[in-house]
Each structure stands twice: as structure tokens, then as C-alpha cells.
């Protein structure tokens, strides 16, 4: 198993993107300093929201 290169409250993940979509999230986290990292969790976040059943 590969080490989670020291990340203590975090998962590394590998996954592959559409190259437009991640452009335009690039240019996006550079413009607002945001890390694509944060922007993924928020993309995630609001995804599983939408799907949620009751």
C-alpha cells in the first residue's frame, strides 16, 4: 500500500479530468488562490448534496 505522503486529515487520490474542465478550474483556482484541492472537496460537497435522499 502507498503512504499517504504524510497527510495527516487528508486522502490522496489519483483521477483523471475532462482537459477543458480542468482548465478552466486551473484558471479559476489561480485567479481566486483557491487550491484545486479545496475546489475538489467544495465540487464533491455540493455533488453528493444534490443526490441526497430522505
Same mark, same amino acid.
Given at each position: 500500500?502507498?503512504?499517504? #505522503?504524510?497527510?495527516?486529515? #487528508?486522502?490522496?487520490?489519483s ?14 483556482s ?22 441526497? #435522499?430522505?
Amino acid at each position: 500500500m502507498v503512504s499517504n #505522503r504524510g497527510l495527516k486529515n #487528508r486522502t490522496a487520490i489519483s483521477t483523471s479530468i475532462d482537459k477543458e474542465l480542468y482548465a478552466k478550474l486551473k484558471e479559476y483556482s489561480e485567479e481566486t488562490g483557491i487550491p484545486l484541492s479545496k475546489l475538489f472537496d467544495k465540487a464533491v460537497s455540493a455533488y453528493l448534496e444534490s443526490i441526497k #435522499r430522505d
